[in-house]
């Protein structure tokens, strides 16, 4: 399965129609339909839309961090200062829903993300220093990663990205779309789209049915199917550095 879904935009419809219009035009047996129409994986999603609610300090509970390792300002932005590694998860579980959220990276090399899909099992008697064996993470790298991790030559980033990935954590499955890392596990990012340190990135997924479709800064880039289990937490990661999380909007879907 290709990981883009046709959606179309007000504009890219408008271009279509010229297009297909001056066509038909000039062979008058030609119809719209026989004109071919190209993708458009740009997303309209914003978290305005009817059904989203916001999810504030009172949405989350902590697992296994410090009481002051997340802390939430009058504007509703989450702080992590990134130690202990560890996560913050929803007090609700969710099954098929889609959030809106975005990220902003304070120190260089920054890692975190966010787990969608979370079991409870997986959560439970974590220590502090620890990760949930299980959900799907959606990756929240700063661009510097990877530039530290090859600093020396002595290896090669090619089993990550820092733009995007979605894969399978613990005893969690997915299959991931294509392309798909060395080990088979992640679904890499089609294109190079995050933003760098300091900069807020705009993250829309959309988790239905198994199924999981990452947009990054307007475009779609990574995700997978067949995802069990296909119910869980979200899960607020932190992962040693400090980041902020702000207009986190969640909208729960049939």
């Keep these: 399965m290709s990981p883009k879904s046709p959606r179309w935009t007000r504009r890219g419809m408008l271009g279509a129609s010229v297009t297909s219009l001056a066509a038909c035009a000039a062979s ?3 119809s719209l339909a026989d004109e071919p129409q190209a993708p458009v994986t740009r997303a309209i999603i914003t ?39 560890g996560v913050f998860r929803s007090v609700k579980q969710y099954t098929n829903f889609e ?12 890692n975190s993300g966010m787990f969608a899909w979370c079991p409870p099992s997986a ?20 661009l510097g990663y990877k530039e530290n991790y090859e600093k020396d030559g002595k290896r090669k980033a090619d089993w990550f990205t820092c733009h995007g ?13 294509p392309p798909i890392s060395p080990n088979g596990r992640r679904s890499f990012p089609t294109q190079q789209r995050s933003r ?24 779609e880039v990574s995700g997978g199917n067949q995802c069990e289990p296909r119910t869980g937490h979200l899960c607020l990661e932190s992962e040693g550095a400090p980041l902020k999380f702000r207009n986190i909007r969640l909208r729960e879907l049939p």
């Design 47 to 85: 978290g305005d839309e009817p059904g989203f609610v916001t999810l504030t300090k009172d949405d989350f509970t902590n697992v296994n961090c410090d009481p002051d390792t997340w802390s939430w300002d009058a504007d509703n932005v989450a702080h992590c200062k990134g130690t202990p590694v």
């Design 165 to 177: 990935d979605v894969f399978a954590v613990g005893k969690s499955q997915m299959k991931p779309f």
């Design 196 to 219: 760098g340190i300091n900069q807020w990135n705009h993250y829309y997924f959309r988790c239905i049915n198994g199924e999981v479709r990452l947009w990054v800064n307007g475009e």
């Design 99 to 110: 959030v809106v959220f975005q990220w902003m990276h304070l120190k260089h090399a920054g």
């Design 123 to 142: 959560l439970e008697g974590l220590k502090p220093g620890q990760l949930p064996p299980g959900g799907i993470e959606i990756q929240v790298l700063d």
């Design 28 to 30: 008058p047996d030609r």
